[in-house]
């Protein structure tokens, strides 16, 4: 399966291009595939395997397509939900973020605030094969922090963007966080047995504003309007 992704900053392409072939963490290289107990019948010591040699854990590490952190960048989050991010003042890190209300989630995710960072790569595909996108869970350092990303599926027939919402403990003052470029962020997972052949796109601004202004002027459901317009 074919999936085109685009995006108008070179520097993406060279230094951090899509693949579907992941590194594991620090914490993974610093554990063991075996460690050894007492078998109480024998007394001997035995080998038994850790996560390491766990196929699942293996597998949801190295089949995702990760949405690397494409710059260094610090997160203030006040007490009112508000967020605000700087970059590097040299080479600006293109980091768009919006903050999302919480009339818009409810009682989901009491003292949080969600924050959606766009996402530099638009997807698009002829298939309508579905993907998960979730945390890149075996990286721990949102942990550390109280963060998590908020998971949804989505297809790259039917939609161009993929962004990352990711939700921030709220506090009694305001605080800081900072994150690292190249920091795990999401993790995509291609929800089919097809091999996924990626062809990245260098484009202009002009054309990402053209591929993300696809769907109908509604106020709701314009996500379906398109879809049923478009099967038709």
Not at 21 to 43: A, C, E, S, V, Y
Request: proline fraction near 7%.
């Amino acid at each position: 399966m074919k999936l085109e992704a685009y995006t108008d900053d070179s520097r993406l392409i060279e230094y951090q291009p899509l693949v579907i072939k992941n590194k594991p963490p620090q914490w993974w290289h610093n554990l063991k595939k075996t460690f050894k107990i007492r078998d109480l019948k024998t007394g001997i010591n035995i080998p038994t395997p850790t996560v390491r040699a766990c196929p699942g854990v293996v597998d949801y590490i190295r089949k995702p397509i990760n949405i690397n952190l494409w710059t260094d960048c610090v997160f203030k989050i006040f007490p009112d939900g508000r967020a605000s991010v700087a970059t590097p003042a040299h080479g600006g890190g293109n980091l768009k973020i919006g903050v999302h209300s919480e009339k818009q989630y409810g009682e989901l995710y009491p003292n949080h605030t969600v924050v959606k960072i766009v996402n530099p790569w638009f997807f698009k595909s002829k298939s309508a094969v579905e993907f998960l996108c979730t945390d890149v869970h075996y990286d721990t350092e949102f942990r550390k922090h109280g963060m998590f990303i908020c998971p949804g599926i989505t297809n790259f027939k039917d939609q161009r963007v993929c962004n990352i919402f990711i939700a921030f403990p709220k506090k009694d003052e305001p605080y800081e966080i900072q994150l690292r470029y190249g920091q795990p962020l999401m993790s995509v997972y291609p929800m089919t047995e097809q091999k996924i052949d990626i062809q990245m796109n260098l484009v202009d601004n002009a054309e990402m504003v053209r591929m993300s202004n696809i769907f109908p002027s509604t106020f709701l459901g314009r996500y379906y309007t398109r879809k049923h317009a478009t099967r038709n």
